[in-house]
């Protein structure tokens, strides 16, 4: 598959693909380098509009790590075919013979550049170079099957052997994204999981918090559902004034949404030391006490957490307000300042939405798709690829492999 295929005028069939995003512009390439004649239609003017948002406009293409627990369905384990049959080294493998150099950082694989505009410029170049055929501004309204397909676009009517949906989410529409792909596949009978906004902010009514907007720290975030932990991710949190970002509330987002779609009671428990246990943190203050004994109180966290924080620990630690001076602090006290430090807790009233959400979870119902070769059980020579399915990913690069293996996977079954 790395080699440029020299034949590609023999054309096999004619195939649409639906969508000039990550999975439509990849999957165009590996096709047309089988020799498939293939025309991209894609709604807005350019290709990649969402790509060149990716990563803070740097582009986490993949990630080292590509276990399976960092993707989430509703039909579990559809994805592993995919994701274990196109590691990230076949990726950098393909793309390099493209011309795209990748740099780790982490585990975390961007282009060496550091723009997502690279990704977007190589991909399509290559697929100009290969005879992909473009039709922007080009919003597919309807496909019909006969025959073969009859794809209707700005009142024009084209017939196509085979069509690929890559047509993504409507998550952040702002970047021209759009849930056509649905109704496109509900056409079909396909069923649509109820698509719920993914790698979202999180909204709290909490005045203490909005308070602490602009702050950002390492913490460990744990999810409360109905006040019982269910899952802690470790990275960074950002406070805002509409309430919490960050990678690590990003990554609870999917389950904070699903629950606040149920209407169950959502919390977070943000824990602004997890390197340090509760005595070793108890250990430092009582240490920090004896220096600065006659400092006011406020004192013995400066320079420990970001300044703006420390009231509102005190504040939560309920320490008394006569109490001014460190050394008027007990041991209680020194205990109730770690655990605030250790327990922030905010109610979480909803999430952003789909116009801030990076995916979405839920989309195409992948019970009745191939996982080997992304076709349609229920209607042949139709396929799908990337985030239209039922298939989103945690943060780091998980989502864009995803859109890479799903169009790997559909060109290699392609016989
Ligand atoms: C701000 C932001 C940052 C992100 N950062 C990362 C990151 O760093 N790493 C990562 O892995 N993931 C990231 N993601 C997620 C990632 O961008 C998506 O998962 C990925 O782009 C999905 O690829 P796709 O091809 O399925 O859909 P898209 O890339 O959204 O492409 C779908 C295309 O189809 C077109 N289209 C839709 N309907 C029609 C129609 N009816 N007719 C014609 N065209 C149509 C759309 O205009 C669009 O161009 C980020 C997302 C956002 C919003």
Same mark, same amino acid.
């Given at each position: 598959?790395?080699?440029?295929?020299?034949?590609?005028?023999?054309?096999?069939?004619?195939?649409?693909?639906?969508?000039?995003?990550?999975?439509?512009?990849?999957?165009?390439?590996?096709?047309?380098?089988?020799?498939?004649?293939?025309?991209?239609?894609?709604k807005n003017h350019?290709?990649?509009?969402?790509?060149?948002?990716?990563?803070?406009?740097?582009?986490?293409?993949?990630?080292?790590?590509?276990?399976?627990?960092f993707y989430h369905?509703?039909?579990?384990?559809?994805?592993?075919?995919?994701?274990?049959?196109?590691?990230?080294?076949?990726?950098?493998?393909?793309?390099?013979?493209?011309?795209?150099?990748?740099?780790?950082?982490?585990?975390?694989?961007?282009?060496?550049?550091?723009?997502?505009?690279?990704?977007?410029?190589?991909?399509?170049?290559? @697929?100009?170079?290969?005879?992909?055929?473009?039709?922007?501004?080009?919003?597919?309204?309807?496909?019909?099957? $006969?025959?073969?397909?009859?794809?209707?676009?700005?009142?024009?009517?084209?017939?196509?052997?085979?069509?690929?949906?890559?047509?993504?989410?409507?998550?952040m529409k702002k970047?021209? /994204? @759009?849930?056509?792909?649905?109704?496109?596949?509900?056409?079909?009978?396909?069923?649509?999981?109820?698509?719920?906004?993914?790698?979202?902010?999180?909204?709290?009514?909490?005045?203490?918090?909005?308070?602490?907007?602009?702050?950002?720290?390492?913490?460990?975030?744990?999810?409360?559902?109905? %006040?019982?932990?269910?899952?802690?991710?470790?990275?960074?949190?950002?406070?805002?004034?509409?309430?919490? /970002?960050?990678?690590?509330?990003?990554?609870?987002?999917?389950?904070?949404?699903?629950?606040?779609?149920?209407?169950?009671?959502?919390?977070?428990?943000?824990?602004?030391?997890?390197?340090?246990?509760?005595?070793?943190?108890?250990?430092?203050?009582?240490?920090?006490?004896?220096?600065?004994?006659?400092?006011?109180?406020?004192?013995?966290?400066?320079?420990?957490?970001?300044?703006?924080?420390?009231?509102?620990?005190?504040?939560?630690?309920?320490?008394?307000?006569?109490?001014?001076?460190?050394?008027?602090?007990?041991?209680?006290?020194?205990?109730?300042?770690?655990?605030?430090?250790? $327990?922030?807790?905010?109610?979480?009233?909803?999430?952003?939405?789909?116009?801030?959400?990076?995916?979405?979870?839920?989309?195409?119902?992948?019970?009745?798709? $191939?996982?080997?070769?992304?076709?349609?059980?229920?209607?042949?020579?139709?396929?799908?690829?990337?985030?239209?399915?039922?298939?989103?990913?945690?943060?780091?690069?998980? %989502?864009?492999?995803?859109?890479?293996?799903?169009?790997?996977?559909?060109?290699?079954?392609?016989?």
């Amino acid at each position: 598959m790395s080699q440029k295929n020299t034949q590609h005028h023999l054309y096999l069939n004619k195939i649409a693909i639906v969508g000039a995003g990550a999975s439509g512009l990849f999957c165009a390439i590996l096709l047309a380098q089988k020799g498939y004649k293939v025309t991209v239609f894609e709604k807005n003017h350019k290709a990649g509009r969402k790509l060149l948002a990716t990563g803070n406009g740097k582009c986490n293409v993949t990630n080292t790590n590509l276990s399976l627990e960092f993707y989430h369905s509703s039909n579990p384990l559809f994805f592993k075919y995919g994701i274990e049959n196109f590691t990230y080294e076949q990726f950098e493998k393909l793309v390099f013979s493209f011309g795209l150099d990748l740099t780790k950082r982490g585990t975390k694989i961007y282009p060496a550049s550091d723009q997502a505009s690279s990704v977007v410029d190589v991909l399509y170049s290559e @697929s100009i170079e290969l005879g992909v055929e473009f039709y922007f501004e080009s919003q597919v309204d309807n496909i019909q099957k $006969n025959n073969n397909f009859t794809i209707t676009a700005n009142l024009q009517q084209y017939s196509f052997d085979k069509v690929i949906i890559a047509s993504g989410s409507g998550a952040m529409k702002k970047l021209g /994204s @759009s849930e056509s792909g649905y109704i496109l596949s509900e056409n079909f009978s396909h069923k649509i999981v109820e698509p719920i906004a993914s790698l979202v902010q999180l909204e709290s009514d909490n005045y203490d918090i909005k308070k602490l907007h602009g702050l950002k720290c390492e913490a460990n975030v744990t999810l409360l559902i109905n %006040n019982q932990k269910t899952t802690t991710k470790k990275g960074d949190i950002l406070f805002a004034k509409y309430g919490v /970002s960050g990678n690590s509330v990003l990554d609870l987002s999917r389950e904070a949404s699903i629950a606040l779609n149920e209407y169950q009671c959502v919390d977070i428990l943000v824990d602004i030391f997890p390197n340090s246990d509760k005595n070793k943190l108890i250990g430092m203050l009582e240490k920090k006490q004896k220096q600065i004994p006659n400092k006011k109180k406020e004192f013995l966290l400066l320079s420990l957490v970001h300044s703006k924080i420390i009231e509102y620990i005190f504040k939560q630690a309920k320490i008394k307000s006569e109490k001014h001076y460190v050394k008027d602090l007990n041991k209680k006290d020194l205990q109730a300042l770690v655990y605030a430090m250790k $327990n922030i807790k905010i109610s979480i009233t909803k999430s952003r939405g789909y116009e801030y959400a990076e995916v979405v979870s839920g989309g195409v119902d992948t019970t009745d798709i $191939n996982p080997k070769t992304m076709e349609s059980k229920l209607v042949k020579d139709l396929y799908f690829i990337g985030e239209v399915l039922d298939v989103d990913g945690d943060c780091g690069g998980y %989502n864009l492999h995803w859109a890479w293996a799903s169009s790997y996977v559909l060109a290699q079954g392609l016989k």
